[in-house]
């Protein structure tokens, strides 16, 4: 049962944690709006996809870690709970920036594949990905994962990634709906950063005490 209540918390986080704009978001909408809508789903299959490697690997190291050394998990489970609250910090103060969607640089010896490549890319080298993962998981997940957990976690999650930036290619290379987004942009960031900000906090607070471990 707390497998499965990790396993939906997870989700949910991570829903709020990759529909946060960013560098991933800009280049999936700079694509789809100066480019095409396909490179624009290519691109966010890239991002599915490095996503899905960040995950695998932050999982089987945390696993690896927190078997060997249960002191950590709680140690972890602080950090996490920091990072989601400097990230609400973070989400909150951009929220009224307004997103740049126009690049024409984007136009130049582009091809469906050198879009998925640049996704790819993108994903891999933001370290903040990797952060935002370990954070979650370091976090939500029981210290005894069950393997079948994790091969279940590591698809769902390009699911998610590809899904969302999919979505955001479809909308975003379309007129009336990227207006409408853009005009809620401000509400959305900031029902994001508050839901990511409490978690933080519950998590900091929520954390047994190291002393326990000491016994």
């Known amino acids: 049962m707390e497998t499965i209540t990790s396993f939906i918390g997870i989700l949910g986080v991570l829903c709020l944690g990759i529909m946060s704009p960013g560098p991933s978001f800009v280049l999936v909408a700079r694509t789809s709006v100066g480019v095409s809508r396909l490179d624009g789903l290519s691109t966010a299959i890239g991002m599915g996809i490095g996503g899905m490697v960040f995950a ?20 972890l489970k602080l950090i996490g709970g920091m990072y989601l609250v400097y990230l609400a910090i973070t989400i909150w103060g951009g929220a009224n920036q307004p997103i740049e969607l ?4 984007y136009r130049k010896n582009t091809s469906l594949f050198r879009s998925f490549n640049r996704g790819l890319i ?17 976090a939500l997940l ?18 998610l990634e590809a899904g969302w930036y999919s979505l955001v290619a479809l909308v975003l290379s379309s007129t009336a709906p990227r207006n ?14 508050g839901i990511i900000g409490v978690l933080g906090l519950k998590l900091i607070f929520d954390a047994k005490p190291v002393s326990q471990f000491m016994e």
């Open 56 to 75: 695998a690997l932050t999982l089987l190291g945390l696993q690896a870690v927190l078997l060997s050394v249960p002191l950590v998990y709680v140690i």
């Open 180 to 193: 409408v987004y853009l005009d809620l942009k401000s509400t959305l960031d900031r029902l994001a950063s």
């Open 102 to 105: 126009k690049d024409h640089s």
């Open 122 to 138: 993108t994903q891999l080298s933001n370290p903040k990905t990797a952060i935002y993962y370990g954070s979650i998981f370091a």
């Open 142 to 159: 029981p210290p005894d994962l069950p393997v079948s957990t994790v091969l279940i976690l590591v698809p769902i999650i390009f699911f």
